[in-house]
């Protein structure tokens, strides 16, 4: 079963307002989790990495002001998109690391698409 | 130059046939290596890890890698028309993935 749940899967905002999506990371805990944004047939780009109990990280050319990352538990990490615009109109994916037997393999969320009028 | 580079397809191939993937990469740094599925509007599926060059098989799926040549490849056999998806490769030494472009498979009955 999904290990990495994301919420909502989709959503339509009008341009201008401020959307949140959650990534929870289901039966272990995740000090980090990552944030992707996918635009139609291109592949994942990371967007930043969320760390608890401190600040996120961000890629280049990724507004932090505009992206706002909190990892608020072991569990759950939030991206905030600010005062939306149709171009940030995209597919946002998470993905939370979980270690087993040493080794540490990568869990995604189904995603959220969002749609920005 | 991209550090992971993979040819976005599409491939197309009847039923039944093998499906053959692969990317190359540039960061010597790379230690585990990935392929996921990704059907359209979902996120991805992990299908395969690996961590060491050789082979490993798990059901119809074959996962190369060859450190050396920095590269790997995805073998899938007796395709079935539920294997078109996007397969994406991805690799990280620790942490963050960097993906491929994704190769988009049809497998046609």
């Known amino acids: 079963g999904a290990v990495v749940s994301q919420h909502p899967s989709w959503v339509i905002c009008k341009s201008g307002t401020s959307v949140k999506i959650e990534c929870r990371s289901l039966?272990?805990?995740?000090?980090?989790m990552f944030w992707y944004r996918q635009f139609p047939k291109q592949s994942l780009m990371l967007m930043a990495t969320?760390?608890?109990?401190?600040?996120?990280?961000?890629e280049q050319g990724v507004e932090k002001d505009k992206f706002l990352i909190n990892h608020a538990s072991l569990t759950l990490s939030t991206l905030t998109v600010t005062s939306a615009h149709p171009e940030d109109s995209s597919f946002y994916i998470c993905?939370?690391?979980?270690?087993?037997?040493?080794?540490?393999?990568?869990?995604f969320g189904p995603g959220t698409r969002l749609l920005v009028l | 130059q991209k550090e992971v580079e993979q040819d976005p397809g599409p491939l197309s191939v009847p039923e039944g046939a093998i499906v053959s993937l692969n990317c190359t990469y540039s960061?010597?740094?790379?230690?585990?290596f990935m392929w996921y599925r990704q059907y359209s509007r979902k996120g991805p599926e992990l299908l395969m890890y690996?961590?060491?060059?050789g082979n490993k098989e798990d059901g119809r799926f074959t996962a190369q890698v060859d450190k050396s040549s920095k590269y790997i490849s995805l073998f899938i056999r007796d395709s079935q028309p539920s294997d078109s998806a996007t397969y994406l490769c991805?690799?990280?030494?620790?942490?963050?993935?960097?993906f491929g472009a994704g190769t988009q498979v049809v497998v046609t009955p």
């Open positions: 993905s939370a690391p979980k270690a087993n037997l040493g080794k540490e393999t990568q869990y």
């Open positions: 039966d272990f805990q995740a000090t980090t």
């Open positions: 969320s760390n608890e109990g401190s600040k996120a990280t961000y």
């Open positions: 960061n010597s740094a790379f230690q585990y």
């Open positions: 690996t961590y060491s060059s």
């Open positions: 991805a690799m990280t030494s620790w942490g963050k993935l960097q």
